[in-house]
Antibody, heavy 116, light 107 residues
Framework: QVQLVQSGAEVKKPGASVKVSCKAS????????ISWVRQAPGQGLEWMGW????????NYAQKLQGRVTMTTDTSTSTAYMELRSLRSDDTAVYYC?????????WGQGTMVTVSS | EIVLTQSPGTLSLSPGERATLSCRAS???????LAWYQQKPGQAPRLLIY???SRATGIPDRFSGSGSGTDFTLTISRLEPEDFAVYYC????????FGQGTKVEIK
C-alpha cells in the first residue's frame, strides 16, 4: 500500500541541526512532490515547504528561508528535510506528505525536541 | 500570504447531529485549491476533501465540502463517534496555508 515512513524522534540542543527522513513506498516516487508540515505541541499545522521528487525543485516557506533544505534520493525513494540553527520554538512534530495538489498521504510524524 | 480563518473554534454536538464548519480566506483561493483535513489526537492529518468539494479516496459520503472564492464550508451530515476530532482547512496554492482548526467535541 501507499505509505510514507519517517525516521525516529530526535532531541537536539539549540543551535544544532536535524535531518528527518521520509521513505516512500507503494507508488512511483518521482510522480509526486513531498511537502513538509510541522505542528508545535498543542498548536495547528504549519507548512514548511515542498520539493519535487521529479526534478528537485523546491519552494520554502519564507519564514524558514536560509534555515531549511529539502532534498530527495530517487534511488531509495526517500525525501529529507534538514533544519539548521535550531531554537526552542522549533520543537514540534514534523510530517512529510505526498503532494500533487492537496496532501493526500502523510507520514506518521517525527518528534523533534530542542532543549538545552 | 492567504490567511484562513475557521469558525467556530469549538463545536459541541451529539452523535447523529449535523456539523457545519466554516473557512474564510483573506483573498480569493484560486481554482478552488481548498482542502479539508481531519486530525485525531496522536495521529497525522487525513485528507477529507480537495478542490473544495471532491471527497478523497475512502471518505464516507456524510462528509461534503462546498464554497468558492473566499468562503468555504465542510458539512458532516450525521456525526458518527469517530468523527469527533479537529478539522483544518488548507489552501494549496503556491504557498500553502492552514486555518487554525475547528475542534468538534462530544456534547
Amino acid at each position: 500500500q501507499v505509505q510514507l515512513v519517517q525516521s525516529g524522534a530526535e532531541v537536539k540542543k539549540p543551535g544544532a541541526s536535524v535531518k528527518v527522513s521520509c521513505k516512500a513506498s507503494g507508488y512511483t516516487f518521482t510522480s509526486y512532490g513531498i511537502s513538509w508540515v510541522r505542528q508545535a505541541p498543542g498548536q495547528g499545522l504549519e507548512w514548511m515547504g515542498w520539493i519535487s521528487a521529479y526534478n528537485g525543485n523546491t519552494n520554502y516557506a519564507q519564514k524558514l528561508q536560509g534555515r531549511v533544505t529539502m532534498t530527495t534520493d530517487t534511488s531509495t525513494s526517500t525525501a529529507y528535510m534538514e533544519l539548521r540553527s535550531l531554537r526552542s520554538d522549533d520543537t514540534a512534530v514534523y510530517y512529510c506528505a505526498r503532494t500533487q495538489d492537496a496532501f493526500d498521504i502523510w507520514g506518521q510524524g517525527t518528534m523533534v525536541t530542542v532543549s538545552s | 500570504e492567504i490567511v484562513l480563518t475557521q469558525s467556530p473554534g469549538t463545536l459541541s454536538l451529539s452523535p447523529g447531529e449535523r456539523a457545519t464548519l466554516s473557512c474564510r480566506a483573506s483573498q480569493s483561493v484560486s481554482s478552488s485549491y481548498l482542502a479539508w483535513y481531519q486530525q485525531k489526537p496522536g495521529q497525522a492529518p487525513r485528507l477529507l476533501i480537495y478542490g473544495a468539494s471532491s471527497r478523497a479516496t475512502g471518505i464516507p459520503d456524510r462528509f461534503s465540502g462546498s464554497g468558492s472564492g473566499t468562503d468555504f464550508t465542510l458539512t458532516i451530515s450525521r456525526l458518527e463517534p469517530e468523527d469527533f476530532a479537529v478539522y483544518y482547512c488548507q489552501q494549496y496554492g503556491s504557498s500553502p496555508t492552514f486555518g487554525q482548526g475547528t475542534k468538534v467535541e462530544i456534547k
